[in-house]
């Protein structure tokens, strides 16, 4: 099937830790669909997998949670950011562009 | 901000809040889903469904939540926990059965261990005690000589450095009543070689020792600063009384260290060169040059670490030749290093019984983990069904294994925790016998220390695998399917009488041990002493502690004792060398014509000790108090000595040799078996005390009837005659005796109790096997009975089983326990390892145990009808 890729291991705490940063509190759904919508439907996501990801990233303290009230009056938990999420997230961003750009020479090199 | 693996550990402690919460944003999430699919126009069908799609699998991300939220192995043992304790509620006699023998076993291994540890394993606490090593001559002299270690200490330093010692209570008193204190005598490498520090002021040294006759001056235990000074900062420099004499103390020893002998510690360190106060008889002897001629010293060396102890024992031998040779003494002795970090510390009294005790209890602990293999193997075989059923529902072959496991690891955990309270119980009656032997020992902090409990961990753990692993293999292999088959539980049948058959081998070991010991207390107890224990007592004092030498010494004791003998009650009283506990000195007679030697104990006694003693003169006199010639005068002999010796000619009047001389034998006496049951010989030869010059006897009186009572009486008579000189020791006879052989009734008494302890856990595995084996067998005694099977045939199918087991082992027990009981050799009295008696009535014990545990399990197979076997399954 081509047009979908899998997620990389970790990418999806990358991704969620960048989405929080951009758009502040946000509830699990509103994570996914964030996720859908930034990759255009290009991105092999189970939303329920989401939530396995949200606990692990508030056991490492980069996020917190509470209960609060969505838009449509839904009870919802919502998850934000926190410092050290925000320094994580810096740090991962940085590891990120340099093993992209890794990726990328050497996937240059091999067409040459 | 909490961890995340303690997030993560009470998460798994209250698994319900976050299950709710899971459900509550899965379901949020859903809705939401279906929601924004509503708006487009699509039914709620079909909104619900597509919602779903687009979440995925709503079991599996739960799934994945949990194992992010918990640990899910810890709530798995959470949940077999709970589980195995649900079982155990439901059969509350096996587990009280199972717990008690498991803490039986345990706390008797961690009451014998913390004695072990306390007496063997202990080192003093000084640094490297390794450096440490004792000094022994090869003749097995008691000690060595001071001017002995000054020449160590000269000659040997490249070696190390050397302390001599001498234990000895002295009156210790701040001006008020005294009181005894044990102290030692030293000589002035002693802190140094043990590298004690000072708590406070300074210790002794060389200078101190060098001085005329030495400094007046001791170092003080921090126990004793505490105790009796209350810590006080002004101690240093204060004046204490010690045997009447003004010291000073000048310095308190670091905090915890007593002395060199761990099991008789000392709070007092004094020069050795002030020996004058504390055996004035030998001190002021011009003849005698106690330096060179009083071989009292127990001495340690520190090597260095540069010197190995053989290189250390060949140089120290060449020293002391030469040393020797120069005193005109026979120079032909070897100097022998053996480990010294535990001090002085003697272990022959106390290390051998309690190591024996020790492993008899470890044996007792291996049968109490085969009984418990035995019961739960039965039980995994009873609830085989369970097993196979959960592994028919998903479950794994390893959560059962582990289940099972931690059932057993469950039992052995509630065992040690009721073992160490045992243990408590059980070191309590140890201590209360051996506190009569060595009543130093309650210095020794017998008790469950971290230590102690490393063991007991060590041991619970290995008893889990022993008892453990059996039954939960056997649940893992029964949980494959069909497996109720008879295959495997005839596998288990079998393992479980192995238990069994091994339970009834080792308790021979055990039973035998408690046979011969109890043997041993039977001989001890009964031996003819040739006088009534009860009615005579001994008094230990020491008029040189009041300041009296030499021949005011002797009047002391001679008015102590006329005053004695006129108070009410008592009926003799008289004086004797020594305590009669150590039966005097060891002395060899030549045979009046040819080779042969005797060996006798050479007594030293006042006119009218034989008569407190009750003994009769069956010859000639007693000493006579008139009788004040300076020569040696005669002997005494007990009549079993004479009877060997004179061959039934007149001893009275009649001569001893002795080094060449003839000494006269003025009277024959019937035998007093001295208070050294064990090694005591009837052979004795009493000399008139009235004759050496002596500042320190024993008094005996003889009451009319019980002393007991009479004791009191006895200790103000003393006290009004002289209040500056303390008591030392006040008892009867019979307490000195029993004292004498405490550790024999410790030995026979914990011994018998394992013992018993060992039959009732083989009576109550056999009684299980056997019980289980009727359970698997109903059907088959039902059939046997209904064609005809007569109730001879169901006895000999049930007993052959049981026999069987008791022969194998018989014959595995018998030799392995005869091979171990010659280790008890050395504690044995009156009886020898390989005593057939004992082997036969140790074997009847346990054929009886057999047999009466197999009767009810048998009878109840009788009673089997063959309707029976038609309901059984």
Known sequence: ?112 | MIPAWLSRLLATLRPRAHERRLQDEIASHLDALAAREASRGIGSEEARDRARRAFGSIESAKERYRDQARFRALENAVRDIRFALRQYRKSPAFTIAAVVSLALGIGANAALFSFVNAILLKHLPVPQPERLHVLRSSSGMVGLAYAEIERFRRDGAQLGTFLGSFPMDVSFSLGQQPEWVPAELVTGDYFRTLQIQAERGRLLDQRDLDAAAGNPVCVISDRLWQTRLGGAPDAIGRTILINTRPYTIVGIAARGFRGTDLLRPSDIQIPITRLSDFMPSFASDSRFDWRSRLFFLSTIVRLNSSVSASEAQALLTRLQRGWLQEKKLDPHETILLAAGAGGFSSHENMGKPVSILLGVSLVVLLIACANLATLLLSRTSARAHEFTLRLAIGGSRGRIFGQVLIESTLLAVFGTIAGILAAYGIAQVLLAFLNRTTPAIHQLHIGIDSEVLGFVAIIAGLSVLLFGTAPALQAARAASPGSSSAGNTRAGAGLRRTFVVAQIALSFLVVLSAGLFAETLRHLSTLELGYVPDEISAIDIRPASGGYAGERASRFYKQLVDRLRSTPGVRAAATALGPHIEGGVKMTIQAQSGERKYQANLLAVSPGYLETFGARILAGRDFDPADRSKDEGGFIVSEHLARSYFHGRQAAGNYLLLDGRKIPVVGVVSNIRDANLRDGSLDTVYQNVDKLLTSSLTVYVRCAGSCRPLLPTIRKTIHDFDPSTPILSLVTMKTEIEGTFSTEQALGFLSMLFGGLALILVAAGLYGVLSYSLTRRTREIGIRTAIGALPADIIRLFASEALIMLALGTLIGVPCSLAAVNLLRSQLFGVTPHDPGALLVCSGCIAATVILSSIAPIRRALTIAPQQALRVD
Request: glycine letters at 10%; proline letters at 3%.
């Open chain 1, 1 to 112: 099937m081509p047009g979908k890729s899998d997620i990389l291991q970790g990418t999806l705490d990358l991704m969620v830790l960048k989405t929080l940063e951009t758009l502040g509190p946000l509830h699990g759904y509103g994570i996914a669909l964030r996720l859908e919508q930034l990759s255009d439907n290009m991105l092999e996501l189970n939303q329920g997998t989401l939530y396995p990801a949200l606990l692990r990233l508030e056991q490492k303290g980069w996020i917190s949670s509470e209960w609060g009230e969505s838009e449509n009056k839904r009870r919802a938990r919502f998850y934000s950011i926190t410092k050290r999420g925000r320094k994580q997230l810096r740090a991962e961003t940085a590891n990120w562009e340099r093993f992209t750009g890794i990726v990328t020479r050497v996937l240059a090199g091999g067409v040459e």
